[in-house]
């Protein structure tokens, strides 16, 4: 048992590994939380052990699996001990880790995590559901992250809050971007500032409408279920926008970095503003956008990201280029190869690439990682995501399944 205290409510709980699971009596999906990835953010592990004490198992579909992340972060009250767990999850990594004799701390939370994992997928049954907990240094409307697959993108549709994607881009290792390699639904949920009492009952919201929305809970076995939809909606500002990352100011070893006062995610930014100080020199915003997630916090290694909002127009014109599969075609193009065609992994040569627009890419759901100092090595989530898992779920067909029609 582990002792987690919570400085926004003034209250300590007990937790194991695994805060709770549930064993429905009815068959139906596996829906799997992590909670405390990030051992300063204790919101989650608060809202999951809220949510679960009020589930009546009769009432559940499936099995609802509960897990708190990183315990030995969790117990210190900070966000890693020696290595962010969340920017560990490469398969490459994992590798390494797996082969090393001595292991620091997040790195045996790994593999603990790592086991846990598989064995509830060797154990679950489809389709998987997966949620990750999360909450920001800054103040922030809560909002839901993504990997750009369709499955994902119409999942996330239901809820009345910001969706964020493209991060995948720019950060190596999250936990979630593990699991969406694998094919499956996987979001997280970003519900506030650490230390304030609304990012657990936001999490708490979304919860409740992530459960009924994945087909395990109906909506009347939830105790003031329209609630739940109407706080979130409250707490986002009536935002509910695809948004996508443009830019993010990873902080390198050794600089100093101090983010300005009084910025928070969703705020709109100008050109030439000062966003941050880096080893004594302003940082000035180089373009009009968004700020997002700007680090107030000591540990971290991003400082800011700067987004923009995604016209419906290009959502609707990159989801009809993948479900016809157009970007098959690409490798017909001069510097463009397959690095491995079933996970939809090309190679690029920079050479070349100068004549591609990265939107052109984006569209298809690629995302570029360099590799080499001539490579880039793009990733397309669509290519291996288990879509024909939830092609018969409600919320994939479009049906609202988290609020009422509208008359």
């Known amino acids: 048992m582990l002792n987690v205290y919570s400085k926004a409510l003034n209250k300590t709980i007990q937790v194991e590994r695994h805060i709770g699971k549930v064993v429905g009596d009815n068959s139906g999906p596996t829906f799997v939380i992590f909670a405390g990835i990030h051992g300063n953010e204790t919101a989650g592990v608060f809202a999951v052990e809220e949510v679960l004490?009020?589930?009546?198992?009769?009432?559940?579909?499936?099995?609802?699996?509960?897990?708190?992340?990183?315990?030995?972060?969790?117990?210190?009250q900070q966000r890693f001990i020696d290595a962010d767990l969340n920017r560990l999850w490469t398969p490459q990594n994992i590798d390494t880790i797996?082969?090393?004799?001595n292991l620091n701390a997040d790195e045996k939370e790994l593999l603990v995590l790592l086991d846990i994992l598989n064995e509830i997928l060797a154990a679950g049954k489809p389709p998987y559901y997966f949620i990750d907990l999360h909450t920001t240094s800054s103040k922030t409307l809560p909002f839901i992250t993504i990997n750009d697959a369709l499955i994902n993108r119409k999942f996330s549709k239901h809820f009345p809050v910001p969706i964020v994607f493209g991060i995948e881009e720019y950060l190596t290792g999250p936990l979630l971007s593990y699991v969406n390699q694998l094919g499956y639904v996987s979001l997280g949920f970003e519900s506030g500032q650490h230390y304030e009492a609304d990012?657990?009952?936001?999490?708490?919201?979304f919860l409740n409408l992530a459960l009924v929305c994945a087909g395990i809970l109906k909506k009347k076995s939830i105790k003031g279920f329209d609630n739940f939809y109407n706080l979130l909606k409250e707490q986002a500002e009536n935002?509910?926008?695809?948004?996508?990352?443009?830019?993010?100011?990873?902080i390198e070893k050794d600089e100093n970095f101090k983010m300005l006062n009084g910025f928070k995610s969703f705020q709109s930014i100008k050109k030439g503003v000062p966003l941050a100080v880096s080893n004594g020199s302003n940082i000035f915003s180089e373009?009009?956008?968004v700020i997002f997630m700007p680090l107030y916090q000591k540990q971290g290694a991003e400082g800011f990201f700067i987004i923009r909002v995604i016209k419906p127009f290009f959502l609707r014109l990159s989801a009809f280029l993948r479900r016809i599969r157009v970007d098959?075609?690409?490798?017909?193009l001069p510097g463009i190869s397959w690095l491995n065609r079933k996970e939809g992994t090309l190679k690029v040569d920079l050479k070349v690439t100068k004549f591609y627009a990265k939107?052109?890419?984006?569209?298809?759901?690629?995302?570029?990682?360099?590799?080499?100092?001539?490579h880039l090595r793009l990733n397309n989530r669509e290519r291996v995501a288990k879509t024909y898992m939830y092609k018969r779920e409600e919320w994939y067909k479009g049906l609202r399944v988290t609020h009422k029609q509208k008359s």
């Open 199 to 205: 990012a657990v009952t936001n999490s708490v919201a």
């Open 287 to 289: 373009r009009n956008g």
């Open 359 to 374: 939107a052109i890419f984006h569209l298809l759901g690629y995302r570029s990682r360099y590799t080499d100092k001539t």
């Open 53 to 76: 004490k009020h589930i009546n198992p009769k009432a559940v579909n499936g099995t609802i699996y509960a897990i708190a992340g990183n315990l030995k972060a969790l117990k210190a």
């Open 328 to 332: 098959g075609l690409l490798v017909a």
């Open 239 to 250: 935002t509910q926008s695809f948004l996508e990352v443009i830019h993010l100011h990873k």
């Open 98 to 101: 797996k082969g090393k004799s």
